[in-house]
């Protein structure tokens, strides 16, 4: 039984998450200022991650979780470069 409420649970967050992103790539299109694009952003980047681990947890293979890690450190950097475009206007001084 518990083995059928994982696959459940698994799929439900898979939806959830997909419809999260939708949201995020809407706010990343959208957002009227620059801030909340780079919110969309961070935010798409985020749900991106745990998508891949879903899928990891569900296949069992470790690459996926590989490819979440990835996805983690270049979200993390590439959102300090934009955050500090915002503040300074230049991202290398």
């Known amino acids: 039984m518990s083995i059928v409420i994982l696959y459940w649970g698994i799929n439900i ?3 959830f998450l ?3 992103m939708i949201l995020s ?3 990343l299109i959208r957002g009227p200022r620059a801030q909340d694009r780079i ?3 961070d935010a798409l980047y ?3 991650l745990m998508l891949f ?9 470790t690459v996926y979780f590989d490819s979440a890690l990835v996805i983690g450190l270049l979200g993390f950097v590439s959102s300090s470069a934009l ?3 915002l503040m300074r206007g230049e ?3």
């Open 39 to 41: 919110l969309g952003l």
């Open 83 to 85: 955050a500090k475009f």
């Open 46 to 48: 985020t749900a991106t």
């Open 13 to 15: 967050a898979q939806l």
């Open 53 to 61: 681990v879903t899928f990891g947890m569900r296949s069992g293979t």
């Open 91 to 93: 991202v290398i001084e």
């Open 25 to 27: 790539f809407i706010r």
């Open 18 to 20: 997909g419809l999260a």
